[in-house]
């Protein structure tokens, strides 16, 4: 579904935005913690640090009433010659457990070493199965 090259870009970085919108079409946007394999993204809902409810997320909430998703993963340089970006756009499903929900957590436990120490099995995962992938610049850079 996307080259190597944007492979490489978006294996590169290690944040993206995540857009969501409710069934009226209100847009919600956040940055996320990802990991790519094969034609998904996988987003996992870490542990809150102030005792939210993780399952009450917006984007959660969102993804229920409307699958459809945006992630865009860019990288900013004052030098705007360099400026590049991936754009995925797709439908999202909430794996609550499951042998994917684990696998994307493990996934993720490698990308990210704070996502280690956390208790994340009882967590929701987003796996979002990509539809469209458009990018921009120079992802070489």
Not at 50 to 68: C, F
Not at 91 to 108: S, V
Request: some cysteine.
């Amino acid at each position: 579904m996307f080259t190597s090259v944007e492979r490489k870009f978006v294996e590169r970085l290690r944040v993206g935005r995540l857009a969501t919108a409710d069934a009226g079409g209100a847009p919600h946007v956040v940055p996320v913690c990802f990991a790519s394999e094969g034609n998904n993204i996988y987003i996992t809902i870490d542990e809150k640090p102030k005792g939210a409810s993780p399952k009450g997320l917006k984007r959660l909430r969102n993804i229920r009433e409307n699958p459809q998703v945006a992630i865009v993963i860019d990288e900013y340089e004052e030098d705007w010659s360099r400026l590049a970006w991936v754009l995925f756009r797709g439908y999202a499903e909430i794996l609550e457990n499951g042998d994917e929900h684990a696998w994307a957590q493990d996934l993720l436990r490698g990308r990210y070493p704070q996502m280690r120490g956390m208790t994340l099995e009882s967590l929701p995962v987003i796996a979002v199965r990509l539809s469209k992938v458009t990018s921009w610049g120079d992802l070489n850079a």
